[in-house]
């Protein structure tokens, strides 16, 4: 890595933007110039650096996307240009000069003038980004208030209900009154994106406008993020972790790592021919349609770097896979279904049939993928195999037994068989607990072995997924998110279970960590001969793990094959758009 | 909502009925003889003593005497106390004084609890921060009558501020010191979690994305970050209320104010069950109205809460 900071290369000429000037700016002139920016956070450990040095211009017009993992610093870098940092966060050296003011050192009563007015911001998380107490026409007619677009009460709600219209809420008149709670993430990410082009802005800030949201939402936004930026003419500054996405947005793309840039250029270009190394594992790692699935690796298992594909074992699984199939099914539902009541008031009630007649099996040894939108039953269908949600209707046979009929000491009993990993490695591992303590629980609750053999299982776990043994005696906040999650899979794989329930296992992590753990997944199949239940809504990923699919909507399966047959002959239009909607799917990647 | 309501008020009979049960048991498990201990050291006559106990049902078994009570309560005869007052007479004099001085009480304590609350968390750390949680600690750590003292020594003595004791006279500037006195003692639970919440909310992405908006600091204060923060605190006041009534008892014995405090102290030592039965009853109801209504204000407060 470098350590004089890249700059952006001016690329201007060759993009082809439509530029019929609304804001008088010479279009050869940049908007922003970031020079040396350096920012540092107060911790009790003194001043950590998040930025050390970062330059780059943005055109008027132009599309810019900044790419890194959590912690690379490009959301600082998004806030920093406002100057909203968090409040132990300071910018510590260099400039952002924005038509030639520097808002590094401005004046407060500048900057609000400048927030709102002339740079934009759509932040990354709809959920908690409108404040819950007021109306979401309240503060729309605030930002039109506070940006002087209108004065009088009337005028001010006329232009609150056209930016929520061009921000795509048909009927926003109805909707005004309304609070955040009864939008949808997508309909309030809508709205945030109408609240930051309010007030016409000459760059508009989103980090990570999307990744909240749904794959098919999610293309329905930026498409109109993007028609709605060019018809205006406004410079779009994209800040996103979805190298894929990146690229097909954005005319330039500036790839950011451990608070630097360390790649900035053409976005097709730094894709196909990526120079820095970072960059080359990046792109190696982003599951794409035209990955393959992962297969097991325990010869030179090397723990974290490249999935390295190694063609013969992939027959050896292929074969594997063949003679399983004539095997009796580890899972085996029947007409599942799961119905809940939605409370109306007035002592009424409405069914929804949140998981609606499904039926599926997945042999030993392999895995199949639940795949679907948010709401499409997948998670009920999952936590009801695992027995933590009763069926309304339907069969679950494990191994031949069904569930549904089962005692609770009958359930307590085939719980040992079947272990879940859940989403959010965060949330999902008890802060006041060591790790030890944690991994060894299930051992525990079950009457396995004595504190001894306790102890050497759990060192034992921890080597299976390769974390060091001295984590046993730290607790989750000590780790970073990939490895909380291999303790979250030590843990389920503690019972020497022969199933996993993977409920969204790797969707909150970056994309090499991603590929560790999907590696690390693949080695534990093929060593311990599991079968995975993969939860997800991420096509690309799935591309990776599965050997078959289920799609999900609306609680039925509407299409079910192996991997294959569905990635390249998806049958039903649903699967389709899934399909279209993953990002980056139309462009060709390099190959690394 | 409408049904909402009428269930909050359906959940209020049994604890009516709860508590008056278990009050009245209580006075009447409560040793010694209340008839006797009227006539002091003199021996009664029993004809008089048999007709006494016959007015007051003392005669009866004890759940006859409390169902005997309760048809009274409803028919709107409150009894007599020992002394031959009528118990609604006594209610209608002793309770708006103490109601007066609760409600007083309240508001400063909210307005305290949100004020300095809002400051110190906004300034989390600095200099006001540090100077409010000493102070905090102080009134906290001072009995409630240790305070009142030094209050009346002060205020109502040296500097002639305010009338040393409340009397007769239970205007609202003539309570505003024992007022004040309960809300320095009590302000402190509401303020933590005032300033609690507002460094909480200070920090949540849509105060970010408020800024962002461009709206000023001089807007966002009050619309996004107290606005949001104060529902734990309205939940303490309204818990204070109900604590403060039944807690008089002190600050007006100390003020010297006619309130239900001195009252209802009177009439435990006495033994006069209808009487504290009474009290007790209505200061339940006020109890439970008052929580009914924090409930319902919650939706005000905060729209993602529906009734159902």
Do not use: C
């Amino acid at each position: 890595m470098s350590d004089s900071p890249v700059t952006a290369v001016d690329l201007n000429q060759d993009t082809d933007v439509l530029v019929h000037d609304s804001h008088n700016v010479d279009p050869n002139k940049p908007l922003v110039e970031i020079r040396d920016l350096a920012i540092g956070f107060t911790t009790q450990g003194g001043v950590v650096e998040a930025l050390k040095g970062v330059s780059f211009d943005i055109f008027p017009g132009e599309t810019v996307a900044i790419v890194g993992e959590s912690g690379s610093g490009k959301s600082t870098t998004a806030h920093g240009i406002i100057n909203l940092l968090p409040e132990n966060g300071k910018i510590t050296g260099g400039s952002v000069k924005f038509e030639g003011k520097d808002l590094a050192h401005a004046k407060k009563s500048e900057l609000y003038k400048v927030r709102g007015r002339d740079i934009g911001f759509v932040p990354q998380d709809p959920m908690s980004n409108l404040n819950p107490v007021w109306s979401v026409g309240f503060q729309v007619r605030e930002a039109v208030k506070a940006n002087g677009l209108a004065t009088n009460k009337k005028d001010v709600n006329a232009r609150a209900i056209e930016v929520l219209k061009e921000a795509g809420l048909a009927d926003a008149e109805r909707r005004m009154a309304q609070y955040p709670h009864q939008f949808s993430g997508g309909m309030r990410q809508r709205v945030l994106i109408g609240i930051g082009l309010a007030a016409n802005p000459k760059l508009l800030i989103a980090d990570e406008p999307t990744s909240a949201l749904d794959v098919t939402v999610q293309r329905v936004i930026l498409d109109h993020l993007e028609a709605l930026t060019r018809e205006r003419n406004t410079a779009l500054l994209l800040i996103t972790h979805d190298l894929g996405l990146a690229a097909e947005r954005a005319t330039k793309l500036i790839v950011m790592y451990q608070g630097k840039i360390v790649e900035a250029g053409p976005s097709l270009k730094i894709l196909q021919d990526p120079q820095h190394p970072y960059t080359k594992r990046l792109i190696a790692s982003a599951p794409s349609l035209a990955s393959q699935r992962i297969s097991g690796t325990h010869v030179d298992h090397v723990g974290g770097e490249e999935a390295g594909i190694d063609v013969a074992d992939l027959a050896a699984k292929h074969e594997r896979a063949k003679a399983n199939q004539a095997a009796t099914p580890v899972v085996e539902v029947k007409d599942l279904t799961k119905i809940y009541s939605i409370r109306k008031g007035n002592f009424k009630s409405e069914p929804l049939r949140a998981v609606d007649n499904i039926s599926f099996k997945i042999p030993k040894g392999s895995t199949l993928a639940l795949v679907g939108e948010s709401g499409s039953g997948k998670t009920t269908a999952a936590k009801m195999v695992l027995g933590l949600e009763k069926p309304t209707s339907g069969d679950i046979f494990l191994d031949g037994t069904n569930l549904a009929g089962a005692s609770r000491s009958e359930l307590f009993k085939v719980r040992r068989k079947m272990q879940p990993v859940f989403q959010d490695p965060y949330g999902s591992l008890d802060p006041q607990r060591s790790i030890g303590a944690i991994i060894g629980e299930p051992l525990k609750v079950h009457k396995v072995g004595d504190n001894a053999s306790r102890d050497a299982r759990i060192k034992e776990l921890l080597d299976q997924v390769s974390l060091p043994t001295a984590v046993a005696k730290r607790y989750p906040n000590e780790l970073s998110g990939g490895q909380r999650q291999r303790v979250a899979i030590a843990r389920a794989l503690a019972l020497k279970p022969e199933i996993v329930v993977l409920d969204e296992a790797v969707s909150a992590l970056d994309v090499l960590v991603q590929a560790q753990i999907l590696q690390l997944l693949a080695d534990l199949q093929s060593d311990l001969d599991l079968t995975y239940l993969f939860i997800t809504h991420d096509l690309a990923v799935v591309r990776v793990v599965a050997d078959e699919i289920a799609v999900m909507e609306q609680g039925k399966i509407v299409e079910s094959g192996t991997a294959d047959e569905i990635f390249s002959n998806a049958q039903t239009e649903y699967t389709q758009k899934l399909l279209e909607a993953i990002p980056g799917a139309g462009i060709e990647w390099g190959d690394v | 909502m409408l049904t909402y309501i009428l269930r909050r008020v359906l959940q209020a009979i049994p604890v009516f009925f709860g508590t008056t049960f278990l009050i009245y048991f209580m006075v009447f498990a409560m040793p010694g003889d209340p008839i006797a201990g009227l006539f002091g050291d003199k021996t009664p006559n029993p004809a008089v003593a048999d007709a006494l106990r016959a007015q007051f049902n003392l005669d009866q078994p004890f759940i006859m005497q409390y169902l005997l009570y309760m048809k009274d309560f409803f028919t709107g005869n409150l009894g007599v106390t020992f002394s031959g007052q009528q118990v609604s007479d006594v209610l209608a004099r002793a309770f708006p004084v103490t109601l007066k001085l609760v409600l007083m009480a309240v508001v400063l304590e909210f307005i305290l609890s949100v004020v300095i609350g809002l400051i110190s968390g906004l300034r989390k750390g600095k200099f006001f921060d540090n100077i409010s949680l000493v102070v905090a600690l102080v009134l906290s750590s001072v009995p409630v009558f240790v305070a009142m003292f030094v209050a009346q020594y002060f205020v109502g003595i040296k500097w002639g501020l305010a009338p040393v004791t409340v009397g007769a006279d239970t205007t609202w500037g003539a309570m505003f010191l024992p007022a004040a006195v309960i809300a320095l003692t009590v302000y402190v639970t509401g303020m933590r979690l005032m300033r609690g919440s507002v460094i909480e909310s200070r920090q949540a992405d849509y105060v970010r994305t408020a800024y962002a908006k461009g709206l000023t600091h001089k807007r966002i204060v009050p619309v996004h970050i107290a606005r949001n923060s104060l529902i734990p605190v309205i939940t303490n006041t309204a818990a204070s209320f109900g604590a403060l009534i039944a807690g008089t008892t002190v600050t007006e014995g100390i003020f010297n104010i006619p309130g239900i405090g001195q009252v209802l102290y009177q009439a435990i030592t006495q033994s006069e069950v209808p009487t504290v039965v009474t009290f007790v009853t209505i200061l339940t109801v006020i109890y439970v109205i008052v929580n009914i209504l924090v409930d319902l204000l919650y939706a005000v407060l905060d729209p993602r809460i529906r009734y159902v």
